[in-house]
Structures are given as structure tokens and as C-alpha cells.
């Protein structure tokens, strides 16, 4: 019945999008999402109760999230002079930039494979999206194709996870600073998994007119509150914040939030903890038959399994009760991929536990 009117006025890119899948996880151990498995100490519970009691949700939010803004500069190490906007999870500041600078004919290019967002957020705001693989060897920028690209293409942004989800690499520095210094537009390095990472182009902000760096809170334990921001030069940030809607971030994000980076050690302890396990289950992996581990910065670890196993693999681990991601299904360098989010001790036990099991009978 609403066939017709879908036909007739839902865009044809919009029709074509095959929608962002989010499976079912209830009841498993969940190693597919990048979430902090940890959870907050009970006196923090206590004092965000305690906060709660003197929220008033019968008011707007702050509508800039002013002292949260401050907050997060302090905290974070936001170089003075730069600006900073908030958005729903970074999510939605990659769809803010995107509206600010969509028209026909205008591109988002990105390295692949890479953050599925990018290329979702092009569809939906009508632009061009542009991916340029990665070297095949060791997921690394291929520099001479990024230029050729950005000199045919002339992107209005291009994006670069540093490190990259899924490869979970950090890629060369120096060659993300001649992509800086080539791009006709804007360059968003999007650190999502600085917790995790020994680098960062937050302290380089200002260098290049075009450099804006991206972050979110949901890595480091926050995924629930849905809060990321964009640093990079104010004149530029006040155009996005046009197009940012206002009160993007509720009352409880901002109260959650300034309090959880009051008790900022909490959550860097955690991602301490979670680099450590990154270590030791890289290493368990490694051990398995048929099993490469890449090199990560990341809170996840890729890994390729033999020909034709990761579909195997990944439900073999689904029956034990353990949710990983298979990147096999979208071909190219992630054939025969899977991605597993670095969880508790005992959570990785279980993991490397099921895989040999698993590994065991597929051969
Ligand atoms: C998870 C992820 C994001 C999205 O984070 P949210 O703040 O939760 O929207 C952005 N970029 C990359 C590379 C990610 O992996």
C-alpha cells in the first residue's frame, strides 16, 4: 500500500541504503560493539543518584552544553584557540558535516575499509563518497592513491580514523600530514579509540587551517550517553553550529558527563586495563591454529581466519554464547575477517576458549 509513496518520493540513494544492522545480543557475552566492559565503582553510582535528585528535566538542556564544553577542553587537552561543538555520539557531528557541506556533485572521501558512517552519512545528505583501499599487506595509507583521488575527486572532507575501525591500526603520521597539506577541504581525524592509542592529532590542532579532530566518550565506557565532540579552528566550528540542533545533548548526557570526567582516573584506569587484556589476548590468539592477529590501538582485534572460516567461526561462537563481528560478508581486504571487541579476563578466556574449540573441529 505505501509502495506508491515510498516509489514516488523517498529518494532513490535513500531506497538503496540497505539499512545500519544492529543483531541481537541479549543473553551473550557482547564482543561486537566496542563497549567498555566494565562498570562504574559504586560510589560514583552514589554521587550520580545524588546529581540526579537535583536535575530538572522540566527545563531545556543548556543548549551549547557550556560547562561541559569547558570541561572537556580542560580535561582533555584541548589546545587554547581551538573551538569545540558537541553532537549525539560522533555520529552525528559526521552528519553535521556533512550537511554543512553537501551539494550535487560534492564528495566524503575515506580510506577503505573503514567507519561504515562515512559512507552512510554521503548517502544520506546526497554527496559522492569516495573510497580509496588501504595497501593490502598491512592496512596502510597508500598515499599515491589518496592524492590521486583527492586531486580528481577534490572531496570537500575527508575523514581518517586514526586508529582505524576495523583494522584497528594506527596509519603513518607523516603520511596523514601530506593528505592534511593536499586536501582541497577539510580533514576530520576521527579518534575514536584514543583511550587506547599511543598517538593523537589533538595537540597538532591548529597546524592546518583544514584540521579538525574528532572524538567520542562511548569508547572509553559512555556508550549509553551518546556524546562525542569536534575540536578544531572556532570560525569553521561556528558554521557547523548552525546546522547542530539545539539541545542535541540532553540533561542527563551533560550531568552524566561532567561527572564522569570529574572522576576521569576511573575511566582511564579502565582503558589501562583494557590495553593490558588487548596484549594478553592478542597473544592467546596468536597461539590458535589458522588464526592471524593484526597489530591494534585499538579496543578490538582483527583477526583473519583460514579461507571460508570466519562464517563458521562466527556462529560457532554465536552457539557458545559469544557475539563477535564478521566483516567476512563485506569481501574485498576483510574476506575471511572477524572483529573482536577486547572484553573482561574472563570474557577473553571464553572467547579464545570457544575459538580453539571452534578451530578444532572446523579442520
Ligand atoms: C564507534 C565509532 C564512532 C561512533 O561513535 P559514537 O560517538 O558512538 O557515535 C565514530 N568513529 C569510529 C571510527 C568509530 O569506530
Known amino acids: 500500500m505505501s509502495g506508491a509513496l515510498i516509489e514516488r518520493w523517498i529518494r532513490p540513494e535513500i531506497r538503496a541504503i540497505s539499512a545500519y544492522h544492529v543483531p541481537p545480543s541479549a543473553g551473550l557475552i557482547k564482543l561486537d560493539a566496542m563497549e567498555n566492559p566494565y562498570t562504574w565503582p559504586q560510589e ?168 579538525l579532530v574528532m572524538r567520542t566518550f562511548s569508547k572509553l565506557g559512555l556508550a549509553g550517553l551518546r556524546l562525542g565532540y569536534l575540536s578544531g579552528p572556532p570560525e569553521l566550528l561556528d558554521e557547523f553550529d548552525k546546522i547542530r540542533l539545539p539541545y542535541n545533548i540532553n540533561t542527563l548526557t551533560q550531568m552524566t558527563a561532567a561527572l564522569a570526567l570529574e572522576h576521569i582516573e576511573i575511566f582511564d584506569e579502565q582503558a589501562a586495563w583494557i590495553r593490558t587484556s588487548r596484549a594478553e589476548l592478542a597473544a592467546a590468539l596468536a597461539g590458535l591454529p589458522g588464526l592471524e592477529v593484526y597489530p591494534s590501538e585499538a579496543n578490538f582485534l582483527l583477526l583473519r ?31 575471511d575477517c572477524l572483529r573482536v571487541t577486547v572484553g573482561t579476563p574472563d570474557e577473553n578466556r571464553r572467547l579464545v576458549e570457544a575459538l580453539w574449540a571452534g578451530l578444532d573441529r572446523a579442520q
Open 305 to 335: 581466519t583460514e579461507p571460508g572460516q570466519a562464517d563458521v567461526l562466527h556462529r560457532k561462537l554465536l552457539d557458545a554464547g559469544i557475539l563477535i563481528k564478521n566483516l567476512s560478508p563485506s569481501g574485498g581486504l576483510l574476506a
Open 44 to 211: 560514583l553510582i552514589d554521587r550520580w543518584l545524588a546529581r540526579l535528585q537535583q536535575t530538572a528535566v522540566n527545563r531545556y538542556p543548556d543548549p551549547a552544553g557550556t560547562e561541559l564544553v569547558a570541561q572537556i577542553r580542560e580535561v582533555m587537552g584541548v589546545p587554547a584557540g581551538q573551538g569545540i561543538i558537541l553532537g549525539n555520539g560522533s555520529d552525528e557531528l559526521i552528519q553535521v558535516l556533512a550537511m554543512a557541506v553537501a551539494a550535487p556533485g560534492r564528495s566524503i572521501l575515506a580510506p577503505e575499509p573503514g567507519f561504515v558512517m562515512y559512507r552512510m552519512i554521503a548517502g544520506f545528505v546526497g554527496m559522492d563518497y569516495v573510497g580509496v583501499p588501504l595497501r593490502s599487506d598491512d592496512f596502510e595509507l597508500d598515499l599515491d592513491a589518496m592524492l590521486a583521488a583527492m586531486a580528481e575527486h577534490e572531496p570537500a572532507i575527508v575523514f581518517l580514523a586514526y586508529p582505524n575501525n576495523p583494522t584497528g591500526n594506527l596509519w603513518d603520521r607523516v603520511v596523514i600530514e601530506r593528505i592534511i597539506e593536499a586536501a582541497p577541504g577539510l580533514v576530520v581525524i576521527d579518534e575514536a579509540y584514543a583511550p587506547f592509542a599511543a598517538d593523537s592529532f589533538l595537540p597538532d590542532l591548529g597546524r592546518w587551517p583544514n584540521l
